[in-house]
């Protein structure tokens, strides 16, 4: 069996070591991956030493049955295994596994470097056609893509869209080469992406002053300095694990936290059940979190490191940063400037506003239906995958393996990582990534022993 992972970041190099470990009988395996973050995936690409990781350097492993695999690479001593460390450092940990599985892998390993834009059912497999108009067949396919590029900020004139002063990705090649240190930027986003592009304008001597705007005005929770001891899950808590009801949910949740010393173990304590408790929620309670909820939990359960956390208020105090619980109605470019109207939470009318820059900071996209990302575009409009309720990725069968537009399993093509939030919500981080990788390499090499067993009396014939 020939199997593809298209995607060369963590979920597809986290796949690739399971797929080692578990000796899957697999004829060649293709990873495919864009030349500018081949290995290292595009949160791990940067080379800029300011940005942290937000997981302890002791739980970054590659595989769930060797958390501390990271720490032990570095060989940290005990007092710094706990460190949020560079993410750069993570990106040269990734690219040093892959040249290993190179020499461990029981099967051949291609390292392709490209960009796949179509792919096309065979019925006998996949073809798989890159931008540089290569061509490649694989019998099943991996996608692992990460998340999707940002879509534009709706309702912006095409003006402003292809002007400099407006960034839609704030991390593509150059798109800050532009930026005056002395331009006043508005942010639209407060979570961890917003707080990674303003270290970027910190390291770069940025001096204008900068805004951040969300629906909520909420900035990333801080992790404490050292480990707490783990919180156990109360009954109550337990109950709602297995039979969610989303208001009870919230109260038992809010109760929890306040009873403990510190509420971070308590959340700590519920993520390995958090996509049981997505699961057993509706439609339309999914939809109410989505609405009401999602923010709070965020910047919660994804937390910044206590020195960034530190740095944050720093900005605020000396009047860098300000953050404003607001939305943007309107955005315009005038005389070079961006002026815009924004409406504050709970306010009747919006006001005026006018910056320099216009940036786009809102986090993780997995609206599989409407990206412009050209691959999972040309699935989506050809009907063969199809996309979750709330723009939360691709649909699936309850696993890894993708539905098509008539919502029957798309043969041979499975998702690893983000798009697939959805079925399990939290798919975005470490540990929930490499739990997942190792399920579903032990689904592929399942298939992989019975796609041997059926073709061995073939051969034996011929």
């Not at 940005?51 to 001593?77: I, K, Q, T």
């Not at 059940?273 to 609405?291: C, K, N």
Request: charged fraction near 20%.
């Amino acid at each position: 069996m020939h199997l593809a992972i298209v995607g060369a970041g963590f979920s597809g190099i986290a796949l690739l070591h399971q797929l080692i470990e578990q000796r899957a009988p697999l004829s060649r395996l293709s990873l495919i991956g864009t030349p500018a973050d081949f290995g290292r995936g595009r949160a791990y690409a940067s080379a800029n030493d300011v940005h942290l990781l937000n997981v302890r350097a002791a739980d970054m492993g590659l595989s769930p049955d060797a958390a501390g695999d990271f720490a032990d690479w570095l060989e940290l001593g005990a007092s710094n295994r706990d460190a949020f460390l560079p993410r750069s450092l993570f990106g040269d940990y990734l690219q040093q596994r892959i040249q290993e599985a190179a020499v461990r892998a029981p099967f051949a390993i291609e390292r392709i470097r490209g960009t796949a834009v179509t792919l096309t059912p065979t019925g006998a497999g996949y073809r798989i056609a890159l931008a540089d108009e290569r061509r490649l067949h694989a019998d099943r396919v991996v996608l692992a893509l990460g998340s999707l590029p940002p879509q534009p900020l709706p309702g912006l004139p095409a003006a402003l869209r292809r002007s400099t002063a407006y960034v839609e990705d704030p991390w593509s090649p150059h798109a800050l080469d532009s930026l005056s240190p002395e331009a006043e930027v508005l942010i639209v986003g407060t979570g961890l992406t917003c707080f990674d592009l303003l270290q970027t304008l910190n390291a770069r001597g940025h001096r204008g002053r900068v805004r951040a705007i969300s629906r909520h005005g909420l900035l990333p929770q801080p992790q404490t300095l050292r480990r707490a001891a783990p919180a156990v899950l109360s009954d109550a808590l337990q109950a709602q694990v297995h039979q969610p009801v989303l208001r009870e949910l919230l109260r038992t949740l809010r109760a929890a936290c306040a009873e403990a010393s510190d509420w971070r173990p308590v959340l700590d304590a519920l993520r390995p059940h958090l996509s049981r408790l997505w699961r057993g929620l509706g439609q339309g309670e999914r939809a109410r979190f989505m609405r009401h909820l999602r923010s709070y939990w965020e910047v919660h359960r994804h937390r910044l490191p206590l020195q960034s956390h530190t740095l944050l208020q720093e900005w605020q105090r000396s009047g860098w940063l300000s953050v404003d619980a607001a939305r943007l109605e309107t955005a315009e470019l005038k005389s070079g400037r961006v002026h815009v109207r924004l409406r504050a939470r709970g306010a009747e009318a919006s006001v005026p506003h006018v910056c320099d820059v216009l940036i786009r900071a809102t986090g993780l996209d997995t609206d599989v239906a409407n990206t412009p990302e050209p691959l999972v575009r040309q699935l989506h409009d050809d009907g063969w995958l199809s996309a979750a309720p709330l723009g939360l990725g691709f649909k699936c069968d309850g696993g890894f393996g993708l539905l098509n537009r008539l919502n029957r399993h798309a043969e041979g093509l499975y998702a690893l990582g983000p798009l697939l939030r959805g079925e399990y919500w939290e798919m975005t981080a470490v540990p929930e990534l490499r739990a997942a990788a190792k399920a579903l390499a032990t689904e592929l090499t399942a298939a992989a022993h019975e796609e041997s067993s059926r073709l061995r009396p073939l051969l034996h014939a011929i």
